[in-house]
Every structure is written in structure tokens, then in C-alpha cells.
């Protein structure tokens, strides 16, 4: 069974460009969250989905990122404009349950704005 | 949730044992002791989760104390593909949102 992958593996964008990032979970995955992890810092929650809607986006650092999940399955995160504190990793993990301590990572894309 | 404490950074040696110490002096009764493992250019993998006395898999073992104030994550006989980042999730469930909060973990260096 394919774990979670995500899309670009590396993303290299100037300031004030757009990127968008993509995940897709572990078929079957009704729960699907994106972590970041930005220079120096720890593993941030940004959001989850459950299907195709946003169960807590808490975690959304401003109105740049917009995420998506249309028809419940893979996920996008779009960052426009990308400013320079946006680099980092950005994780997607997906689960079978909701509240899971067990959440499946892909490897990761790492975003570096210029 | 529960705040946690652990090392920095760990060096070892093949074929040693190694034991990683995640203290949690406000644990409450409800929460779970989880340890997720994080090897360089991947995610983070859920390894062990515990709620008292020792857990073990393939993977490690989880000693938890009596007072469960703190816990101890122990690899047998390390291997340099052991070389990753260790963290210590203390709380009763991520809830609904799913939200784990990481904190730095621990850098184990693996050496041969």
C-alpha cells in the first residue's frame, strides 16, 4: 500500500510568487492534516480536513494560505503571495480515524522563497 | 497537553543501547505517552505509545514509571540507521482536530 506523497519533493520560488504544494493520503484516509516546520523551529499543525472539509484551521498562519481538498481526496495548499518567513517543510500526514495519535507523514516538501 | 522535557541531542555507538528520557511532571490522568521517530528528509512515523509500566514492539520499548512523571524510550542495540530525531507527545488524544504538537526533540547521532 503507497504511503502519503506529496508534490514538489523541493520548491524554489522567488517573494511574491505563487506556489502550491500537494498531498495525497493513504487511500481510504478520511483525515488529512498539514504540519510546517519553518527554520529553527518546531513541527507546526496548520490544519485538518475530514473529507472534503476543513475541521480546524487553527493553525493557518494568515489569509496567504489557502488549502483545499475538493471530493475528499488529495489536497492542496496554495501560498500567494510567499514571502521569505513561508520557507520550510511542509508535511502532510492523513489517518483513519479522526484524533488518531497515529498519523501517517509523507516525506515532506521543502519551500524556499527568495 | 501536557508539557514535556527531553535532551537536545544523543550520541551513541553501534550496538549500544540507548534510552531517551522525556520528562512530563503535569501529566494528567488521561494522557497517553506517544513517541514519534524522524529520519532525516522524511516525516515524522508513530514508533511506540504507552499509558504505564512497559510497552515494546519490533521497534523499541516505553518504561513509564509509577508516577508517570516521566518515560523512557529505549532502542536496543542502535544502528547507525537509527540516527534520527526522537519526540516525546504527552496528552489524552490529539481530539478531533488531530492536532499533535511537537516539540524540539531529541537528535540521536548514531556513530560507528
Known amino acids: 500500500e503507497a504511503g502519503v506523497t506529496q508534490f514538489p519533493s523541493h520548491s524554489v520560488i522567488e517573494k511574491g510568487q505563487t506556489v502550491t504544494l500537494r498531498c495525497d493520503p493513504i487511500?481510504?484516509?478520511?483525515?488529512l492534516y498539514w504540519y510546517r516546520r519553518v527554520m529553527g523551529k518546531e513541527i507546526k499543525f496548520l490544519l485538518h480536513?475530514?473529507?472534503?472539509?476543513?475541521?480546524?484551521e487553527s493553525g493557518m498562519p494568515n489569509n496567504r494560505f489557502l488549502a483545499e481538498r475538493t471530493g475528499g481526496t488529495y489536497s492542496t495548499l496554495k501560498v500567494q503571495p510567499a514571502e521569505l518567513e513561508d520557507s520550510g517543510v511542509y508535511f502532510c500526514?492523513?489517518?483513519?480515524?479522526?484524533?488518531?495519535?497515529?498519523?501517517?507523514f509523507g516525506p515532506g516538501t521543502r519551500l524556499t522563497v527568495t | 497537553l501536557a508539557k514535556t522535557t527531553q535532551p537536545i541531542s544523543m550520541d551513541s555507538y553501534e550496538g549500544q543501547e540507548v534510552n531517551i528520557t522525556c520528562s512530563h511532571n503535569?501529566?494528567?490522568?488521561?494522557?497517553?505517552i506517544t513517541w514519534y521517530q524522524q529520519f532525516p528528509s522524511q516525516g515524522p512515523r508513530f514508533i511506540i505509545q504507552?499509558?504505564?509500566t512497559k510497552v515494546t514492539n519490533e521497534v523499541a520499548s516505553l518504561f513509564i514509571p509509577a508516577d508517570r512523571k516521566s518515560s523512557t524510550l529505549s532502542l536496543p542495540r542502535v544502528s547507525l540507521s537509527d540516527t534520527a530525531v526522537y519526540y516525546c507527545?504527552?496528552?489524552?488524544?490529539?481530539?478531533?482536530?488531530?492536532?499533535?504538537?511537537f516539540g524540539q526533540g531529541t537528535t540521536l547521532q548514531v556513530k560507528p
Open positions: 500526514a492523513s489517518s483513519q480515524a479522526a484524533g488518531a495519535w497515529e498519523q501517517y
Open positions: 487511500s481510504g484516509h478520511d483525515n
Open positions: 480536513f475530514v473529507k472534503e472539509s476543513k475541521q480546524d
Open positions: 503535569n501529566i494528567a490522568t488521561n494522557d497517553y
Open positions: 504507552g499509558y504505564k
Open positions: 507527545l504527552v496528552g489524552d488524544g490529539p481530539g478531533n482536530t488531530g492536532k499533535l504538537i
